[in-house]
T-cell receptor, first 114, second 110 residues
């Protein structure tokens, strides 16, 4: 069964450093998402992406965040200058097309900012 | 603000019994709801969904009920098994942004 994959599973970084979280959505899916989950809290929407551009973003997704689909398979989330409060699980999700609703999630990347 | 929430943070159930997990939502404009299961160290896994033009939908061992009058959503798991132990989230799909509730941790007792 096709699935969303994410790398790395755990990323430890120093405050102020840049990190790139990587995702490989399900093949042939067209819509991509990033969510985050701070420990013990709800899963929160960050950004949606379609046709090589951001469709929508939340208040969390400020200028420190960016997303990119550098090739036909990867979807990345970059945090330019990490802060302590960026520590969270980051989930990538993908959705097949305009007439499907289900978002399928990857296993997540645990980001720890020291 | 409008939000999606769950009634109880934890649920302990005897193996073989039925489980009922509840969720209240406040956005009356929501038209699509999903239940996700999250096991430790994994991402949310789709269980079942329901549109607002329905009040019940059944899957394999799971049933989702939607009561739009009181803005209430529930997930019923029949014959709960040890593998059902996880955190369960209801989510509201609005413009394809998922808004998640806080989650209910289900523990299955042998």
């Amino acid at each position: 069964e096709p699935e969303v994959t994410q790398t790395p599973s755990h990323q430890v970084t120093q405050m102020g450093q840049e990190v790139i979280l990587r995702c490989v959505p399900i093949s042939n899916h067209l819509y991509f998402y990033w969510y985050r989950q701070i420990l013990g809290q709800k899963v929160e929407f960050l950004v949606s992406f379609y046709n090589n551009e951001i469709s929508e973003k939340s208040e969390i997704f400020d200028d420190q965040f960016s997303v990119e689909r550098p090739d036909g398979s990867n979807f990345t989330l970059k945090i330019r200058s990490t802060k302590l409060e960026d520590s969270a699980m980051y989930f990538c999700a993908s959705r097949a097309g305009p007439f499907t609703d289900t978002q399928y999630f990857g296993p997540g990347t645990r980001l720890t900012v020291l | 603000g409008e939000s999606v929430g769950l009634h109880l943070p934890t649920l302990s159930v005897q193996e073989g019994d039925n489980s009922i997990i509840n969720c209240a939502y406040s956005n009356s404009a929501s038209d699509y709801f999903i239940w996700y299961k999250q096991e430790s160290g994994k991402g949310p896994q789709f269980i079942i969904d329901i549109r607002s033009n329905m009040d019940k939908r059944q899957g394999q061992r799971v049933t989702v009920l939607l009561n739009k009058t009181v803005k209430h959503l529930s997930l019923q798991i029949a014959a709960t098994q040890p593998g059902d132990s996880a955190v369960y989230f209801c989510a509201e799909n609005k413009d394809y942004k998922l808004s998640f509730g806080a989650g209910t941790t289900v523990t299955v007792r042998a």
